[in-house]
């Protein structure tokens, strides 16, 4: 009888998504508000939806400019179980201190849209995909952008920081080459209509339609965000859109979606799916 009454915890590490543990426990947003005003905007849906997904425990604590020793302890307070033999170490090495040579030819100051409530992702990225080789681009914050360098520094861009003051951070990021570009900007490579209905086929009816065709932007990106976090493990998304959303695409591989498309006359249809399905 006592078996009815257990609980099972998520075991969370400093690898854990800050996203799944709101999923998980929503009374985490409050807690991490707690630790650091740079988690006020988790308060935000819109930028919650965006941006917890992307960040870990880890980096989370070097967003907000706390030990992840501190925030594990706090959220084992509101019922998570901590993994053992975790080493909390800093999951992000980077190009560090000597800036007296770099010279950007672009920058971009995100403050202005995270204060607005917006992800300034998809502006960075554009602006970085029309940047030569050797050239350098700026991104003034708050914070250290550490999921931005993640995947930038993936794609074999050189990245290096500079916090000029408590809430001023420079983040230098240079290409390299001619064909490294951001994650985002990439041609989608599967406009594949076998695989698209042999992937429907396999989902029949398990799937949620959803028309983001004649909403303006950011609402596609929000709201097919928005309907993932709903998704049950069983089915797939069925989108159709005006045309390939390739800043939604990084967000996908992030999440641990798949996906593939199939161009109609005058839209295109994406499936959307778990990355661990149909395999």
Avoid at 88 to 99: G, I, K, Q, T
Wanted: aromatic share 8%; net charge neutral; proline share 7%.
């Amino acid at each position: 009888m006592l078996a009815l009454f257990q609980f099972n915890y998520m075991i969370i590490s400093p690898s854990t998504r800050i996203g799944a543990v709101i999923k998980d426990n929503p009374k985490a947003i409050e807690t991490l508000v707690s630790l650091s005003p740079h988690f006020n905007k988790l308060k935000n849906p819109v930028l919650r939806r965006l941006l917890a997904p992307r960040v870990t425990i880890a980096e989370a604590a070097l967003i907000g400019n706390c030990p992840v020793e501190k925030i594990m302890d706090r959220l084992v307070l509101i019922g998570f179980e901590v993994k053992t033999s975790v080493k909390a170490s800093d999951p992000l090495p980077h190009l560090a201190n000597d800036h007296t040579n770099i010279e950007p030819v672009i920058s971009h100051d995100a403050r202005v849209q995270l204060a607005a409530g917006e992800d300034p992702l998809n502006a960075i990225l554009k602006k970085l995909s029309g940047i030569s080789p050797n050239e350098t681009m700026l991104v003034i914050n708050s914070f250290e952008p550490v999921p931005l360098i993640r995947i930038l520094k993936a794609k074999g861009y050189l990245i290096s920081v500079s916090k000029m003051e408590p809430e001023l951070v420079y983040t230098y990021i240079t290409s390299t080459q001619i064909e490294n570009q951001p994650e985002g900007i990439e041609t989608a490579a599967t406009d594949d209509t076998g695989l698209f209905d042999e992937i429907l086929k396999h989902y029949k009816l398990k799937f949620t339609e959803l028309d983001v065709r004649y909403m303006e932007m950011p609402r596609p990106m929000v709201t097919i965000l928005d309907e993932l976090e709903q998704l049950q493990s069983w089915e797939a998304l069925y989108v159709r859109h005006k045309k390939i959303p390739v800043y939604l695409l990084p967000e996908l591989r992030e999440r641990n979606f798949k996906y593939v498309f199939k161009k109609a006359e005058s839209e295109v249809i994406i499936l959307i799916y778990p990355s661990y399905a149909c395999n």
